[in-house]
């Protein structure tokens, strides 16, 4: 195993969350084998430097805080990071349903007032808007009007 390129991906993993994808993606725009690859992995995991957990949770709280995204989205991009569905499951536990909700509500009313149209085109462009932030349908049409 490089020890070069271990103590590199240590640094790289200390700066912020990283999943296994991400560090194996670096590994391989660096060359490594794929022994190197594996040992590497299992030496970062094994030192706690890389926590899928911990990754997830993270990544949860960023995207529904700052990006406000949805559940359906967060887990999307969650499952295309190839983190396990259970670890996906419980950080998304983590968002309260009412500031989900909140949320959501205030990503309507501040839509509903850019869009302009008729009513019905304004709630179908308001559907598609929230849809795409990956709330979950029967919340959005509940609360569009």
Do not use: P
């Amino acid at each position: 195993m490089d020890k070069a390129l271990l103590d590199k991906m240590m640094v790289y993993c200390s700066k912020r969350e990283r999943c296994v994808l991400e560090v194996t993606e670096k590994l391989r725009a660096a060359e490594a084998s794929a022994d190197d690859i594996e040992q590497i992995v299992g030496v970062l995991v094994e030192m706690n430097f890389i926590n899928e957990q911990r990754y997830a949770d993270a990544f949860v709280s960023d995207k529904f805080r700052f990006n406000k995204w949805g559940r359906v989205k967060i887990a999307h991009a969650l499952k295309q990071k190839r983190v396990d569905v259970a670890c996906i499951e419980r950080a998304l536990c983590v968002i309260e349903e009412e500031v989900y909700l909140q949320t959501l509500a205030q990503l309507i009313a501040t839509k509903q007032k850019m869009v302009k149209g008729t009513a019905t085109q304004k709630q179908a462009a308001v559907i598609r808007f929230a849809l795409s932030r990956g709330f979950e349908y029967d919340m959005i049409k509940r609360l569009v009007r």
